[in-house]
């Protein structure tokens, strides 16, 4: 995997952000709380997340022929730094989960194309290793997102909470751009087939 310059980007990427998904998930629930919302509102806005995700995952195929692995990845970074902003500021939960459920079919399309690009530049059999090695630093920022959401709940609030997260994923914006819009980037996408 270390050899995997763009892998390793990749999964930079996703770590970081998935510390923020972890304090965004929270802060809805915050601000859903601190505006009088019901627990069913909450569950409102998990279940079209869900919805979402799904329909995101079902379409990754397609996003995957038409921009390509590299693209994908720097317009759901693009996507989610136009979004997650938003979350400050509105507080309507129908418009809450139009928001948060765009950057989740956002993220479901990433996911796919990014475990598509790892599997077909894996050797066969290094698949478990490299999988789990994967798994261990997309997945194992998820708690100390919830770790670092607490804190930043508390001491800025949702608002200031969530202004911290678009700033920080604005910065991952620009760096997915950075990363993956050069034409050795293009090149190591055409030496691969990952529309199959």
């Known amino acids: 995997m270390w050899g995997q310059l763009y892998l390793r980007r990749a999964l930079a990427l996703i770590a970081a952000s998935n510390i923020l998904f972890q304090i965004i998930g929270l802060g809805l629930i ?3 709380k601190h505006d009088g919302g019901s627990p069913a509102i909450v569950g409102f806005i998990i279940m079209v997340n869900g919805l979402a995700g799904m329909l995101g995952a079902l379409t990754a195929g397609f996003a995957m022929r038409w921009l390509g692995v590299r693209r994908i990845i720097m317009v759901v970074n693009v996507v989610w730094a ?3 902003p938003l979350i400050a500021f509105v507080h309507h939960p129908v418009a809450l989960a139009a928001i948060y459920s765009s950057i989740i079919f956002a993220a479901s399309v990433g996911n ?3 475990l598509v690009y790892q599997v077909k530049t894996t050797p066969d059999n290094m698949q478990g290793r490299v999988g789990s090695i994967s798994t261990l630093l997309a997945s194992g920022t998820n708690s100390i997102g919830a770790l670092i959401a607490g804190v930043a709940l508390d001491k800025l609030g949702s ?9 920080v994923m604005a910065v991952l914006a620009v760096l997915a751009i950075l990363a993956f819009s050069g034409r ?3 090149a190591a996408e055409r030496a691969l087939d990952l529309t199959t």
């Open 159 to 167: 608002r200031g909470t969530m202004l911290v997260v678009a700033v």
């Open 82 to 84: 136009a979004l997650m």
């Open 184 to 186: 050795k980037a293009a």
């Open 30 to 32: 915050v601000i859903v």
């Open 112 to 114: 796919v194309a990014g």
